[in-house]
């Protein structure tokens, strides 16, 4: 008679050895893809933006930004500013050491919806002045 | 009398937990990243004009070459020179489109008033954009 035996189940286990190493690798990349938004008095709120359709990505390695706040304040380089008369020349000297850096460089606004004209208008007056001429108005999308 | 030496156990670090603080750490780090991407609307200013140099020259532009797109302080737009009114979204794109009917190399300069607010601006600009217009010019008065 043959021997015919049944043959013993054999367990079934995924390899879990390199499950720490995944993990790790994970961690890796959240720690240094993670930027800690600081929330300072100065600071213009996304829902703050206005609202838009049109948008393009902007590159963010040649971009420096410029909060214009309600109050016409304006904060570049984290430094308060305001441009009273033509004498208040901060911003233009600001990007003209910034330019000088990066040539490429793109100035993001990042204005308060309600901010009046006005202001926006002389910064971009200094912009000129600095030969910074590039810039992008940072805006949410609309969803409809 | 039975006096064995005992023998030393193999000194190990527990590792079988690693991958659960691991995952702890990950688990932070998902929830407090903020991908921080930049959108928003693109425009190249013109150089600074500078009278001395002399490099500047004016052009007498007709309706058919430039739209002149004014905003006054509440937000309604004139369109050259016409009386200003509340444009919807839609009634923009009209008037966009049907400017460029009358030439697809329309020029657009958008004058908007000190007092009018940013949002006004931005709101003509993104209409004008989402035409694929580039000659956009913004100035005030």
């Known amino acids: ?144 | 009398m039975n006096i064995g030496r005992k023998r030393k156990g193999k000194a190990a670090i527990p590792t079988s937990s690693m991958s659960d603080i691991a995952f702890l750490l990950i688990v932070f780090f998902m929830a407090t990243t903020k991908f921080d991407v930049k959108e928003g609307i693109r425009i190249v200013l013109p150089q600074a004009a500078d009278g001395s140099s002399g490099k500047t020259q004016s052009l007498a532009l007709t309706e058919n070459e430039m739209t002149r797109l004014q905003i006054i302080e509440d937000g309604r737009i004139s369109v050259n020179n016409e009386p200003p009114r509340h444009f919807e979204a839609g009634e923009l794109d009209a008037l966009i489109q049907q400017k460029l009917r009358v030439n697809q190399q329309m020029i657009f300069r958008v004058i908007t008033d000190r007092e009018a607010t940013y949002n006004d601006m931005i709101r003509v600009v993104d209409r004008l954009k989402a035409a694929d217009i580039e000659k956009i010019s913004l100035s005030t008065n």
């Open chain 1, 1 to 144: 008679m043959a021997n015919i035996k049944k043959e013993k189940s054999r367990e079934v286990s995924i390899p879990s050895s390199s499950m720490s190493d995944i993990a790790f690798l994970l961690l890796l990349f959240f720690m240094v893809s993670t930027v800690f938004v600081q929330e300072t008095k100065f600071w213009v709120e996304r829902e703050r933006w206005p609202m838009a359709d049109s948008i393009e990505r902007i590159p963010r390695n040649h971009t420096t930004t410029i909060y214009v706040m309600r109050d016409e304040t304006i904060l570049i380089d984290d430094i308060p500013t305001r441009i009273e008369s033509s004498d208040d020349v901060f911003v233009a000297n600001t990007l003209i050491r910034k330019k000088a850096e990066d040539p490429e460089l793109i100035v993001c606004f990042r204005t308060d919806r309600e901010t009046k004209y006005g202001v926006m208008s002389d910064v971009m007056r200094q912009l000129q002045d600095a030969q910074t001429l590039v810039v992008a108005f940072e805006t949410q999308r609309r969803m409809d």
